[in-house]
């Protein structure tokens, strides 16, 4: 699997570009404020064709760039439900503190859209992507999983989720804006996070990759969570 991610924008937003191999079809992660050129760029260096654009959350620097690239290559942007009027609305999000960065412009929902649904499978770019429903940063948050298919020549698979928001290397996603609560946030890493296996990857919306063993005996965030560190134990 092909993944080419950079930081984009004032807020230094990952943006990730992930596809089967170079030269086939691409979904676009969280494309924010100033991502299109790079998105550009990426897209011509592996020959790659977008077909969807994947947000894991609402907020505008994940999501400024979204309408431009989809109409631009005619394809359709996803978003959980609960964060679909960010597109739109983006203020809505990000509150009065942070609603002059808008100013006077005007955002509007890409020609096609098509909302995440927890618990499915999407089949996008030669890839299955597992969508799960974690509030706490916003409520639309989404954890996305491909499942990357074995290496041919080694027969080995390295399991990576594109975690937006929720979890970061040695830190958590933010509650203070309107739709957070850091309650449903420690909730949603609990029982979507925390019983992955050690070795998966998380690649978050901001700051380097870790994976679920690093945070789950380093992320000072969440040491007063379930001790599960074997597999399934949440909620049992």
């Given at each position: 699997m092909l993944i080419a991610g950079f930081p984009a924008g004032a807020f230094q937003t990952n943006c990730y570009l992930v596809a089967s191999a170079?030269?086939?079809d691409a979904v676009v992660i969280d494309p924010g404020q100033d991502a299109a050129p790079q998105v550009r760029a990426a897209l011509a260096e592996y020959s790659l064709t977008p077909v969807a654009v994947f947000l894991t959350h609402g907020h505008l620097d994940h999501t400024w760039n979204a309408q431009e690239l989809a109409d631009e290559f005619s394809m359709p942007v996803y978003i959980?439900?609960?964060?679909?009027p960010m597109l739109t609305d983006p203020g809505m999000g990000i509150g009065s503190a942070l609603s002059s960065m808008i100013g006077d412009l005007e955002f509007v929902e890409p020609e096609k859209v098509i909302e995440?649904?927890?618990?499915?499978?999407?089949d996008v770019a030669g890839?299955?992507?597992?969508?799960?429903?974690?509030?706490?940063?916003?409520?639309g948050s989404v954890l996305l999983t491909p499942d990357v298919p074995a290496d041919p020549d080694t027969g080995e698979t390295v399991s990576v989720c594109f975690s937006g928001d929720v979890l970061f290397n040695g830190s958590i996603g933010r509650t203070d804006l309107p739709g957070g609560s850091h309650q449903r946030l420690l909730d949603s890493i609990a029982a979507k996070l925390?019983?992955?296996?050690?070795?998966q990857v998380i690649l978050p919306g901001h700051g380097p990759q870790t994976t679920i063993g690093a945070e789950r005996t380093g992320n000072p965030f969440l040491v007063d969570l379930p001790d599960i560190k074997k597999k399934g134990r949440f909620g049992l």
């Amino acid at each position: 699997m092909l993944i080419a991610g950079f930081p984009a924008g004032a807020f230094q937003t990952n943006c990730y570009l992930v596809a089967s191999a170079p030269g086939s079809d691409a979904v676009v992660i969280d494309p924010g404020q100033d991502a299109a050129p790079q998105v550009r760029a990426a897209l011509a260096e592996y020959s790659l064709t977008p077909v969807a654009v994947f947000l894991t959350h609402g907020h505008l620097d994940h999501t400024w760039n979204a309408q431009e690239l989809a109409d631009e290559f005619s394809m359709p942007v996803y978003i959980h439900a609960d964060d679909r009027p960010m597109l739109t609305d983006p203020g809505m999000g990000i509150g009065s503190a942070l609603s002059s960065m808008i100013g006077d412009l005007e955002f509007v929902e890409p020609e096609k859209v098509i909302e995440f649904v927890d618990g499915e499978d999407v089949d996008v770019a030669g890839l299955r992507w597992s969508v799960d429903h974690a509030p706490g940063h916003s409520r639309g948050s989404v954890l996305l999983t491909p499942d990357v298919p074995a290496d041919p020549d080694t027969g080995e698979t390295v399991s990576v989720c594109f975690s937006g928001d929720v979890l970061f290397n040695g830190s958590i996603g933010r509650t203070d804006l309107p739709g957070g609560s850091h309650q449903r946030l420690l909730d949603s890493i609990a029982a979507k996070l925390l019983p992955r296996e050690d070795d998966q990857v998380i690649l978050p919306g901001h700051g380097p990759q870790t994976t679920i063993g690093a945070e789950r005996t380093g992320n000072p965030f969440l040491v007063d969570l379930p001790d599960i560190k074997k597999k399934g134990r949440f909620g049992l």
